[in-house]
Every structure is written in structure tokens, then in C-alpha cells.
């Protein structure tokens, strides 16, 4: 297998989604042993006694941490931590003390042979020169640690632990890669009880109609339009069922195209994409299918089965913000652009008024920031990153994270032109850190859970106004 440069199809074979094993993620017998570094370990901000709030949140209610939450505070404790530890860092050939904190906290939460395994480069290629040996090792036994406190603590008792401050603590930290799918499925829930047996079911449903594209492709495009003949109303409802098909066709090769096992047309990943996103449209033949869905499956396709990806993915676009920007149903999706504008004008008023003043609205940006949940935008760390914090807090995550963009980007936008802010907020740098990003991210002190209601509130009588003047001239 080439380095970083993809997988082989028989590597690609031979293993299956969900069956990732620690020695897929980087992490060898020796680093299993945890007592060289136990005593920093205990150091690491993982007590009961963790000051952060204990309140959390799943999308079926999707609340803020807290309501009297300060992100500052959570980056102070992140600052403790390694502060404490620094002791164990010996970064090279960096004399300058802000670069040197930075690259102390980088963080390897998707391992070198993990991400090889998946056929991508690392987005962190830098990361061995800022570190010496052992720091590689003390931060995979640190992972591992994670896991272990995940899988022996947390995760058996989730029904009590749920709601501990040691959850919101580690999804911040960033969760290990070998155990993320399953911490995504509890911190989501099942409402809409999505089983396996169901998508098979639809996955049967989806085969039949494919059957029925290929038997009928040939008469639809002979169609004559008479409502007698091919052409008439069946015949139009099977040309959107083709349409449909085509364009997820399509999506699949476009779909993480930097990974070998979505890029390749033999891999079962790319198979069981083309299920999840076929099952979705036959069980929601009302959202149907839209560019940018694919992201989402294939992110879920890396860190669980098959059939957890599609129950993820179907309460993910039924239970938030989602379901109205697939639909495009407005006023719904106006009303979510006016809190953000709201939360901007809170939170960076210089900016929010540099925007104003070139005709920079939030439709131009956030909503494919909303629609892709930043899949196509940030490099894979810094994803699943974020969809750690989304997973937790559900919507108020995803305003918290577009801010958290704006603000890391802030300095560089208030010198731009029209031009250069449109492209830069579709085409966000490529070298963004994670852990500076979601620094960043807990620093936004404007948007809470009760604020996005009262915003969505607000906007509502708004948009009700406009329209019964529309409506009454």
C-alpha cells in the first residue's frame, strides 16, 4: 500500500465498515500499557469534579450545554491541561511561544494509519516535525485512555452518565476514532426507531426500482408526452424517480474523492453509500435526495455499519434545521439566516457591519455551511470534529460552529473586497487546525438554546408580517 496515497482494491476489500481495529487506528499492543503515563493521565481534566456544565444535549431537543454556559471558561480548562502537562512536549523548530502553544494542542484524533487505511493524505503532514517520539506516543495512549473510560465507564452506563460533565468534556476533546460511531449513536438516540430490519426492507425497494429505471430508460426517452402514451403522468413521476437515481449516481464518485474507499467503484463503502441514499429517498420520497446528503452518509459510513448509518442519517435529517433547507421551505429557512445574522451583529459587530456594507448576506455562505454540515469545506479532522460537538448539542452546534468560523476568519475578512469574502467562505483554508477551530467554536459567547428559540421566534413574526402585506397591498 502506497503511503498516503490511497488503498489498494483488495485492501479496500478486505474490511468491512465498522470493523476498524486499533491496530487500523495506529495503536500497537505496546502503547495499550498505560502505566508509564498514568500519573499525567489522572491530570488531565477528567475528574468528577470537572467545573464544566453538566447539561446535554441530543438533536430531539437540541440544547446548548447550558443557558449560563461561558465557552471561555472551557478553553481556560483546555489552557490548564496542557499547561499542566507541557512538560511532556518537546516541539522542534519553533521559537515562537504562540506557534509553540499551537502546535502542543494539535491533536491526532484520526490516526496516520487510519486515515491511510481510508486512502486520504493527512491534512497535518507537519505534525511528526512539531513533536519528538515520545509526544506521539504519550498522545496515542492518551487516545487510548479515552477509549477506554468511553467504552468501560461511559457507554455502559449510559442511561446515568449521559448527562455527566465527563461527556461533554471528552466530545470536546474529540472523540477516538475506533469508538466514534457508536458515541454518535447515543449522543443522537433513535426517536424515529429506525431498525435494520426496515432498511432492508427499503434497500429491496430501492433494488426493484432501479430494475424498473433500467426496463423503462428506453421508453422515457421516447416518451411523446401524451397522457395515453409514455410521456403522460406515470411516466413523469418515473422520470423524477430516474432523475433522482442519476444524480446519486453521479454524487458517489464526487463524493470524498481524496478517498480511495468512496472513489473506487468496487469498494463495499461506496456500495452500502449507494443503499443508505437510495433507502433515504424511498423512506422520505417527499425531502427525495440533494447534492450534499452523499457527504453526510459517507462521513457515518466511516465509523459504523451500514444500517447505523442510515438510522443516524434519517433521524439527522427529520429531527433538526435540516429537513427545512433539503425542502428549501421557506420561511423556515429565513428565519434561521436572520438568527445568524442576529448572533453575528452580537458577536462580531465589526464584522457583521463589513458584510453589511459590501452586500454580504448569510445566504450566500451558510447555507451550504448548514446543508453539508461543513463536510465539504474543512478537511476530515476538522469534520468530525465538529460533528462531535453537533452530536452533543445538536442545531445550536451548527450557529456556534459558523460563528466559530467567521471568528478564527475575522482579521483576514475585514481586509477582503466582495469578491475575496464570497470565494473565502466557499472555499475555507485547507491548513485550518482543528483543536484552533474549536477553540474558536467554545469562545462564541452569543448563541445558547434559549436564544436560537427566541431568534427563530422573532423571525417568525417577522416573515408573518411580510406576508400578509403581501398578500393585502
Known sequence: ??????????????????????SDLGLSSEMLDLSAVGSDIARLGLEDSETLSPSTMTLSNCKSASEDEEPSDCASEDDKEFSENSSRYCAVGCNEPGKLKTRRRSSKILSTKFMRKLGMKSS?????????????????????????????ELLPNWSRKQSCSKVRSLCFKGIPSQIRGQ??????????????????????????????????????????????????????????????????????????????????????????????????????????YSQGMSFLAALLLLFMEPEDAFMVFTNILTSSCFVNFYRMKMPEVKMYMYA??????????????????????????????????????????????????????????????????????????????FEQIAYQLSHLPSDINEDELMRSIRSVQVVTNRRLKELLKEASSVYRKQGSKNENP
Not at 453539508?372 to 453537533?390: A, S
Open 183 to 288: 458515541v454518535w449513536c447515543s449522543l443522537l438516540g433513535n426517536k424515529l426507531n429506525i431498525t435494520a430490519d426496515l432498511f432492508q426492507v427499503l434497500c429491496e425497494q430501492a433494488e426493484k426500482s432501479r430494475e424498473a429505471y433500467e426496463e423503462e430508460k428506453e421508453h422515457i426517452e421516447n416518451a411523446d408526452g401524451d397522457v395515453g402514451g409514455f410521456g403522460g403522468k406515470a411516466e413523469e413521476l418515473l422520470l423524477k424517480a430516474i432523475s433522482t437515481h442519476k444524480m446519486i449516481l453521479l454524487d458517489l464518485s464526487r463524493t470524498y474523492p481524496e478517498l480511495e474507499v468512496f472513489r473506487n467503484e468496487k469498494s463495499p463503502y461506496r456500495q452500502h453509500l449507494l443503499e443508505v441514499l437510495e433507502a433515504f429517498v424511498c423512506f422520505r420520497p417527499e425531502i427525495g
Open 124 to 152: 497535518s503532514s507537519s505534525f511528526a516535525s512539531a513533536y519528538s517520539i515520545d509526544d506521539e506516543k504519550y498522545k496515542e495512549h492518551l487516545e487510548d485512555y479515552h477509549t477506554e473510560i468511553w467504552t468501560k
Open 340 to 417: 445568524h445574522e442576529k448572533f453575528l451583529k452580537e458577536e462580531l459587530p465589526s464584522l457583521y457591519s463589513q458584510f453589511k456594507k459590501l452586500g454580504i448576506h448569510p445566504e450566500m455562505y451558510m447555507v451550504k455551511w448548514i446543508m453539508c454540515l461543513f463536510c465539504q469545506l474543512l478537511p476530515l479532522e476538522c469534520t468530525c470534529r465538529i460533528w462531535d460537538f453537533f452530536f452533543l448539542d445538536g442545531d445550536v452546534a451548527i450557529f456556534r460552529t459558523g460563528l466559530g468560523i467567521l471568528k478564527l476568519l475575522e482579521k483576514d475578512l475585514l481586509k477582503m473586497s
Open 1 to 22: 500500500m502506497a503511503a498516503a496515497d490511497g488503498i489498494s482494491l483488495r485492501m479496500a476489500d478486505s474490511f468491512r465498515p465498522g470493523e476498524l481495529t486499533k
